[in-house]
């Protein structure tokens, strides 16, 4: 998982796995959730991302050990 910001276009783009988008569904304004050829998530998109959230306050947790 990859999470990025833009401050210049001030998008925040949470990539769930690697792959190209074929389809997007709009949850709310400005909230795109980006699938996969087989209808799968592969990144959720945050248009205008300093109005929805304090950028300042994201905290990354990472499991010690991936199961599998």
Same mark, same amino acid.
């Given at each position: 998982?990859?999470?990025?910001?833009?401050?210049?276009?001030?998008?925040?783009?949470?990539?769930?796995?690697? /792959?190209?988008?074929?389809?997007?569904?709009?949850?709310?304004? /400005?909230?795109?959730?980006?699938?996969?050829?087989? /209808?799968?998530?592969?990144?959720?998109?945050?248009?205008?991302?300093?109005?929805?959230?304090?950028? /300042?306050?994201?905290?990354?947790?990472?499991?010690?050990?991936?199961?599998?």
């Amino acid at each position: 998982m990859k999470i990025k910001y833009s401050r210049e276009a001030d998008v925040l783009l949470i990539e769930l796995r690697e /792959g190209h988008p074929a389809d997007s569904i709009d949850l709310k304004e /400005g909230v795109i959730l980006h699938l996969d050829e087989r /209808g799968l998530p592969l990144e959720i998109e945050i248009l205008d991302a300093s109005k929805l959230t304090s950028l /300042g306050e994201i905290h990354i947790m990472a499991p010690l050990e991936v199961v599998r």
